[in-house]
């Protein structure tokens, strides 16, 4: 009876052995995938990328770096948004997978992962390559991935077709597709949305001169004076409601696009703007596109390197009012040369945020009295019937 207490005992532990290898296999297959799945899906050295390349079907932007300066091929090497270009980055180093989806390449079209230029199902391609020209990684974005949200407050009365909360995704040329837990929609092939958006700040207009279709010049002696009209005619008296808007005319001026240089461009007006500090701007604005202008600027500067110190300051007053000159100084001169190196490139300006140039000679004066009306003639008196005889 002993042995075969024993041998049943043998028994039932080595069932419990193989039972806790089989538990302990499963467990470790789990933790695999799981170690998998949220691992990097990319492995590059993010300090060696020169050239990312984003490319749809029918649209494609690349961005270069060139003497540690991200620019923007298709707009004449334009300088890129160094902060859009570096979130863009560290966002492609530190993606993670969220699952592994397990298709077949019958299935990629469905996902949209197939290379650009392959008809409509074809997704959006990231490269990555270092200053050789060598590849250092690639990525291929597909469809979105949607969560169907039952009573959606946009979708009152029934269920809405989901919400896009991640992205299918496949690395370089590779057969395994992950979801990820972000959409990647900053990821754009079009140039615009790179374009670093710095650009003319005209600070303090001192005189305001146009030709071209229209003529006129106005001027004012301080920052906050009013403007009077160049060469007024007795009849014509400037509007303070209508020029004030001169006094921060490109104060922060933007641009939709840019354009390439065109030595040949033809205005059809002409601006140049003065500034207190001593800053110059000559603008070349083209005939109006879709509620754009096309604009080309020159921009220069003069100022005093030296001041002229008071007849009775103190001896640490001069030096305070020294330092803060020299300082003002160095500010306007980097101003100057960050501005200047604008005049490499053509701009699309909306009209609206050039409406104080295109004013009219009429639009800055202020309106004519209306004439008042005639008397209307005293009506005639009438005469009294005549007696029938």
Do not use: C
């Amino acid at each position: 009876m002993k042995g075969k207490h024993l041998l049943l005992l043998l028994i039932a532990s080595g069932a419990l052995v193989g039972a806790w290898l089989n538990s302990s296999k499963t467990n470790q297959a789990q933790w695999a995938a799981a170690t998998r799945e949220n691992s990097k899906i990319l492995g590059f050295p993010i300090n060696d990328v020169a050239r990312i390349t984003i490319k749809t079907e029918g649209a494609e932007a690349n961005l270069v770096r060139k003497n540690d300066v991200w620019t923007v091929q298709e707009r004449t090497d334009f300088p890129a948004n160094f902060e859009g270009v570096s979130r863009l980055l560290r966002k492609l180093w530190e993606l993670k997978a969220v699952q592994e989806v397990k298709v077949g390449g019958s299935q990629f079209p469905r996902l949209q992962l197939v290379q650009p230029g392959t008809g409509n199902e074809s997704g959006t391609l990231v490269k990555l390559q270092g200053a050789d020209g060598k590849e250092l990684a690639a990525l291929l974005l597909g469809k979105p991935y949607l969560r169907n949200t039952e009573g959606s407050p946009l979708n009152v009365g029934g269920d809405s077709p989901g919400m896009p909360v991640g992205r299918y995704v496949k690395a370089g040329t590779g057969e395994k597709v992950y979801l990820v837990s972000d959409t990647l929609n900053e990821i754009n092939p079009a140039a615009e949305p790179w374009l670093a958006q710095e650009f003319l700040s005209i600070e303090g207009p001192k005189t305001i001169s146009v030709s071209g279709e229209q003529i006129w010049s106005v001027s004012r002696e301080s920052a906050s004076a009013e403007w009077k009209l160049e060469d007024a005619k007795p009849d014509e008296r400037v509007d303070a409601a209508k020029t004030s808007s001169l006094g921060n005319l490109l104060a922060n001026a933007s641009f939709n696009d840019v354009l390439a240089p065109n030595p040949a461009f033809e205005s059809v007006t002409n601006a140049t703007v003065e500034t207190f500090d001593g800053f110059r701007y000559d603008l070349k604005i083209g005939r109006e596109q879709s509620g754009t202008h096309p604009v080309y600027v020159q921009v220069s500067g003069s100022f005093a390197k030296e001041r002229t110190p008071g007849n009775e300051e103190k001896p640490e007053e001069k030096s305070r009012l020294d330092t803060e000159f020299a300082t003002r100084l160095k500010t306007l001169e980097e101003k100057l040369s960050r501005e200047r190196k604008l005049e490499n490139w053509g701009y699309v300006i909306a009209k609206l945020r050039l409406e104080g140039l295109l004013k009219t000679r009429a639009g800055l004066l202020a309106d004519k009295p209306a004439d008042a009306p005639k008397p209307a003639d005293a009506p005639k008196p009438v005469e009294p019937p005549k007696a029938v005889e």
